[in-house]
């Protein structure tokens, strides 16, 4: 059991979307810590998830539930917050965290990849917040944390699809944040810059390959080139973000759009 954080989630329930790897998981990790019941959500391998899931019980002592909703499917949205409101009694927090990438100059972009990133990156965030604003209404609490992207507040060349989705949740964010004012309801966006994970592990192939660069030359020239402090953010400084917000102390901040970006939108 961790002693060392407060625990000031004690009694929530947190659904934390696309939490089986990277941000989601760092995330997901850090409210447990904080004492939240957890729905963890995403892909991948089961007997990996399942450790996943039962580690962070065994060392939390909170409940962690998996569901594997696609949350390209409006209903399986629905149905992720439908089922932790059956399974553990409410949702108090949800973090959209699901998101995929995909870089193509616009004439190549396929049709199929710009409607699958909106229907993730930004549809998702939108069908369950919409789901669990009820309960939290009735409740008079909830915290809604998107997990935009600076590709929310400014954009690169090739990346149509994902600047657009998170332009989006950023005005989706502000609306919900006003939305919920009167009910207890906050409702922010997280703007990291590059965070390693597997997303960007993957995208580091992919930009090497097609301009023939070494990784390292893609890290330092095209990732972190626009990061004043030359480094990836972490998944625990997303994860302790996100604690925050969900904190009283963060209970006069809504609607915003937090950078993590070691500058980047400094510029
Ligand atoms: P990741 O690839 O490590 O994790 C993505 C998660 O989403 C995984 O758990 C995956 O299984 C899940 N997922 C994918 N498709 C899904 C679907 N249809 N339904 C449900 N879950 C699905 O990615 P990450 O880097 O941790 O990114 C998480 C979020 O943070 C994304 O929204 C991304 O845009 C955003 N972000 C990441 C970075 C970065 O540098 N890594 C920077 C800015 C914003």
Not at 132 to 146: D, E, L, S, T, V
Not at 221 to 238: P, Y
Request: proline share 3%; hydrophobic share 45%; glycine share 10%.
């Amino acid at each position: 059991m961790a002693s060392s954080t407060t625990r000031d989630l004690a009694g929530r329930v947190a659904i934390v979307t696309g939490s089986t790897s990277g941000i989601g998981l760092g995330i997901a990790k850090v409210l447990a810590n904080h004492g939240a019941n957890i729905v963890l959500n995403g892909f991948g391998d089961a007997g990996e998830i399942e450790k996943i899931r039962a580690a962070l019980a065994a060392e939390t002592g909170v409940k962690v539930l998996y569901d594997g909703a696609d949350l390209m499917k409006t209903d399986a949205v629905v149905g992720l917050i439908t089922s932790a409101e059956k399974n553990l009694g409410q949702v108090d927090i949800v973090v959209n965290n699901a998101g995929i990438q995909f870089v193509s100059p616009i004439e190549d972009f396929p049709a199929a990849k710009w409607d699958a990133i909106i229907s993730l990156n930004l549809s998702a965030a939108f069908h369950a917040t919409r789901a669990a604003f009820p309960g939290m209404k009735k409740r008079k609490w909830g915290r809604i944390i998107n997990i935009a992207s600076a590709h929310g507040i400014v954009a690169s060349p090739f990346k149509s699809a994902y600047v657009a989705a998170k332009h989006g949740i950023i005005g989706l964010t502000k609306v919900v944040g006003l939305e919920g004012a009167e009910f207890g309801i906050t409702c922010n966006s997280i703007c990291p810059g590059y965070v390693w994970t597997p997303l960007v592990e993957k995208q580091i192939d992919e930009q090497a390959k097609a301009h023939n660069m070494p990784k390292e030359k893609v890290i330092s020239d095209v990732l972190l080139a626009q990061h004043a402090i030359k480094s990836f953010a972490t998944v625990e400084q997303m994860g302790a973000l996100a604690a925050f917000l969900c904190s009283d102390s963060a209970a006069l901040m809504t609607g915003t759009a937090i950078p993590v970006d070691g500058g980047w939108t400094a510029h």
